[in-house]
């Protein structure tokens, strides 16, 4: 029930063509969303160039180009996820303005770039391994309508590379930190800045890595106060609460 | 090595009383702490009127009134967490000014109570049990320098006292949300507010809660997107986080 | 706002002493739960002689017994789980009519007895060290108006005493099954009746039962189709579900 | 031994062509299921109606055809599970009347139609990617003979779509809730309704859903008291104890 | 129904006094277990000089006491497990005959000291840490007729230790090895003889020790193919198997 | 060094051919095996009758038919484990006599079949998907001389089926029992003969199973005392152990 | 900036051409690498003779290529580790002097074979199956300029053959142990020689072997004192370490 | 059998008063370790001014007191760790010379104070809750016979603390890094050093840290080449291998 919906209910009761039992009736029955103004206001609000996203992995190619294809009616910016190169070629070939990213499987449309973001948003990484979930980040990010930076291959075991780029990392307004195997950069990066700090382990490493779950826990565990987590290699994720931040 | 220190040697190569190779040799071992001048002057920015924080599980009882009491003797707001009723009834025998929250175990001076957060900081967790987590995010959110709001018992079995709250939640600019047992809090939220959910999995529940891993897992695996977690119980870290981004 | 207070809202908008737009602010602005009449009256028809439930664990004595003493003033039938013995000496000398049983740690207060289920609920267990499990289970199922009868010590170790049990367990409506260690018994009486099996790993055993792990993975890999799984040592819950299950 | 065989028997005892010896000695070895009249009738009433299954996972594609084709000889109804699409085209080929389910792998026979649930089962599920294990759930439900209804893409972080079918949710007698990821359906679902709910851990996720573990620990940690919960991914055994449920 | 009654039923049917569909009706519904003479013979055949066993965790002192001593009248030797010291004084304070071993909690009546095991059986632990386990397993063993030597403190990493036991262990038709720690020993002794070796996992050490998971593991991962492995520190288990084969 | 080589070293040294520091010197460096008489008569004697085994995972297909070719030329016997079709191919093509099983993957040369075991083995197994692992032992066993008779698809959730065996279960000397899922078979199988229980987990299963874990763990904490573990899916050792104690 | 910059710098500070607070402000910014001189003269140091070392994983065989080429223009020793033979096969065609090691996935390319090791490194692994691992240790070691000698076969459940390397053993200056399974070797090394170990957990095992976790365990529990222990399959890193040792 | 033994033998068969057969007897029974002379020696060798080490943990203080004295008649330094407060006021009361280390439990008798080790071993902790292990490290080093340096709380979140002190950590030859919580420590050290870095994990840590599980999985996935792990909280451990290092 929208709210014209609702103000035809009242003015019926109030002229009389409807009864107050039979109104109190339907009220008693009008489905919630109908009274969600606020939420749904309130999402209207954050969308203003914002972009739909499709999470990719799992989908039929020809499903993928269908849900894209119905976004790009409306929206101006779409971004998919994990997708393979096969279902990336079908998009591109079906809906023009896509940009493919084989490293991470993500294709952008992003056709409005007003930068909605107030300050900049750092992407950093670990390791050479870990820049495709960087790169879902650094994708995700600008298409939210952020200024962002990367650094990447500055692990806590070449400790002068991280300390090279200080400056820079001084520069953010919010990080997003990606590490595999023993995940330790976002607890150095959280102590040389005072920003959040956002961490993603990712799924790199062998053996007792056990796909990213050394990562995830020393993460947790972060002896850095600024260090907050997602699930691993969600670079999506990441980038997505980086961006809510930096609209504050 | 100062700035102080280097300007007189910098003094001394100039007057010519130091010849270039010493002055080159005594940089070359300053330790690097003394060059970090953009680092410690972030962190003197970002503490004003920051609280220092004493982490005080472990710790002997006399342990911590001495660490307390010499950073009195500079901080304004001191934050004890996480100590027995032995060492709180001892540190706020010795130690005037200090409140003693026994649910949380932590302990506050809080001399200076300028409010520094632009926005206000909600802190919601979902059953009765999960009280002394979302006590330990409140008192840190506040002495950190927030105004504060709390909303407890909103667990997803009951959906309607959460959805009772809704206009409440969506006053704040940030939101700390801590629950035990399946965790699910994080979600629901996350799914009603626009702005960022900083997830706490608390250690409540038995049998196959394994001591907050269920909820931990299902926080990472949240299908809202602008939610981040940090360890289990860990009310203080994400208030930290959460004070951080009310600041920006 | 409860149904009363709409049916006012309307008669004043039907009278003409309110106009639309206002009416339309103050709908639009009342908590949810004020319209949720049907889940209230549901609430309400379901709790027809069911039992208040106070869950113990880790509540103050004194927290006990001034939660029940509320409870009861309304309430027939008011169950509490898992109370210490000290717990449970402040709450039947304070609150008159309570039952203490010691094994599982209950206090039951039950005036009503009517017999509200439809069938009988079985309550099954594997070793006398189960009792404590299985005798929460009888006592929830009792309360909330079920005839119960109890099987003990029928572990599949011995299968000819599960056997004797034949024509019993044929007479339950739905059963719950309780067994700690390998947790095979919900498999094997599974494929002896017919009706719906609730399995209750229990965290009895030592070593790699790791706390009830064992018989939690074992019943959630039943290859008795009929047999689904609460958590380690719910007994309060197994009995719960069984006791919707005979009222339908 | 059958009832026939064991009173022939004591007719030859009785007319003395069998001492007792001899008849004590037959008995002594007779096997255990030749006695066990009341098991044998209770599983033929219980089967009224009610499929046969076929497990196919792991199943030669011409086992699956000969197991399904001897059981189509004497049942009305079979149900195949998790078959691959080769198998299904070969079974599809050889026995007229299968219907082929590729989103969940399933094989229905579907040749009575009688209803003989007394209410309505509903299958919910959170995302888009649940649904193959809710089909599994609905396939199986309906073969079973139950009325069936579905309710799709409900997850908790979009309150609101799920608060919309809360009507719908009250028309259950029983209720199937797959989820993948937090797993956090259930509890909300749970909350809204007084039938009972049987959630279904999904393997749907990534990184620390650790292959549906995330889901399945928080449907048994649920705050809700009336679900229990099957297996990862087990739609069919979730359906199977509805049905039983739903024919009490 | 014993073979006496079923005997005389038959008689009945013999001599006319019982008809036949009344003699079916008796028999249809006669307990399994009266049937299971074989299974009953079997077990008095197999209890001969075999002690009663009482497993004493959790129960409470009387209670031990009084199942002992129940036991003590028609069994000649008890043995009772894991019991505390104050459990131990109680049951040797009011039972006469008692040995306590307080190193594995055991408390063991041996009044029947015939030899009925063939060969003899060794107990051998890798350190002095696993000799509680060890010794519940000597005591096992002694009390269930067997003869036992004993070799400690033969750990993998003092290899010569244990290959100057060579000849001894050489001498056992059935090994229980025990160790906590890496759990070597097993493989190790596995490799040395010809015989069957029980591997007894002990919770010995510590950090990733895990209560004796890493024992466990690396007993169940042995490379000797002689290996089999019981729960982690059951010494009893090991000793019963190792009895069994030991009279075959 | 063998006894002869020591023989004559002795000899050398009574005749005066060798001096007593030179005679010492050789014998103070003589590797260790060579003094090991009692180990390699043991093996020798254990080895009569029995078979060679080649573990056939991960080899390629040359190898194993080189390795295989070698031991068939001193031993009657050659248990080839765990190879794909394709590896069985290139083995029975070159290698006479070889009798290939697909569905454990083992290939047998059966040359020498007399039976050395003193008794039967049974090998059990509780659905159709653990008839590999039940092959194999059986297979095993088999090759090491014993009679083996095999028993399948008696799972739990089928206990009449289970009893329908009980007399073949108690011809056994020694019995293997494989199950998936649960794992709950060796218990039920436990309590109702006398004899030596090995149980072995199969992987067999889905979701909470976790590869066999779940039916691992079931089987180490099995409540029946008579039963041991081996690794999941080994039905090799299993059978392996049952010979050797079949053979005492 | 670097030495030659911070001495123009005091050089123009000593002339007047540079004021003091100028310089002060440029030696404030200066990056950190900068004045790592030790560090960096470290760096030189250490890797004299030293090979380039590329983590083929993961990578695509033409990167490998360009990554490979551009460090032979300036090291004389490249290794590649873990690439597949079509990688190998592009490497070895494109980049002349390479060798491949098919078991471990290694390429070699060894133009400096100067020894610069101390002692001998010796390599040693438990099954034929852990050689791969073994091989990456051994190519390692060599590359890296020590002497190397191998013992492969070895393990635990074999004794007789370890102790039979003893004297082999006690030459190394620091051993590199590899074992899948139980992981029981190092233990056993570790006891029989005086100098470090280090162990290398292999996958090799399968079931509860869970990819080498058990073998990882049960290293880490070693009861001998000169273990430490590195991840699963880390050949490389071992032999590392091993030369760091070595070099000494 | 002592050389001597051997010797007198080889000199009886000399003589003749011994004959071959005889002589052979006994050397075919002789024990393995009378020949160990290589090892024997090797032994003593490794042990000149090393100490005697008692692992306290569990042990009763009558029996630490025991141990203790019995190795202090013979051995110069004599090391027990692990013991509680009770056990080390006994132990330092009835044997005189003990000096008591209350963070880490242990007691250091350190009479021969001669260096041994050829450079320093430098002990590294992260945070002040690490201590305990790192003393433990520390009066191991010291007693073996090392030169040792101190750096406390020096963890990655204050990167700065830590390279403050990195021309100290250039001074080690070997380096213990001991870190709880996320474990990042060695990680970082290891990038700015040449030398052996031998992990510690310490149990320090609450929540995800599982008691050291997240340290000592982030310290095996060490991006840093020079690293190995040592199990949890195993201070002792590392320290002696350093000295094994040290002492090359």
Chains 1, 2, 3, 4, 5, 6, 7, 8 share one sequence.
Not at 47 to 68: D, N, Q, T, Y
Not at 221 to 231: K, M, P, Q, R
Not at 234 to 243: D, K, L, P
Request: proline residues 4%.
């Amino acid at each position: 029930m929208t709210e014209e919906q609702l103000r035809g209910l009242l003015d019926e009761v109030k002229s009389g063509t409807l009864d107050v039992p039979a109104a109190l009736e339907r009220v008693r029955h009008l489905p919630f969303e109908d009274l969600g103004f606020a939420k749904v206001d309130h999402h209207r609000a954050l969308r203003h160039g914002m972009p739909e996203v499709v999470f990719g992995l799992g989908k039929a190619p020809e499903h993928v180009v269908a849900i894209a294809g119905k976004l790009l009616e409306k929206a101006d910016n779409v971004l998919i996820t994990r997708v393979s190169r096969q279902t990336a070629e079908l998009v591109t070939n079906e809906l023009p303005g896509g940009e493919y990213f084989p490293l991470s499987g993500a294709i952008r449309f992003w056709r409005n770039r007003v930068v909605t973001g107030k300050g900049k948003i750092g992407v950093v990484c670990a390791g050479t391994s870990d820049i495709p979930v960087a790169e879902e980040a650094q994708i995700t990010a600008e298409v939210m309508g952020n200024e962002v930076f990367s650094i990447h291959d500055v692990g806590v075991a070449g400790i002068h590379r991280l300390l090279n780029n200080s400056q820079k990392l001084l520069e953010a307004r919010v990080l997003v930190v990606c590490a595999g195997m023993e995940g330790a950069l976002p607890s150095a990066v959280g102590g040389m800045v005072g920003c959040p700090v956002i961490a993603v382990p990712t799924s790199v490493g062998y053996g007792a890595s056990f796909h990213g779950l050394a990562a995830l826990l020393g993460m947790l565990n972060s002896c850095a106060s600024n260090v907050t987590v997602v699930n691993i290699d969600n670079g999506f994720g990441a980038a997505y609460v980086a961006s809510l931040i930096n609209r504050i």
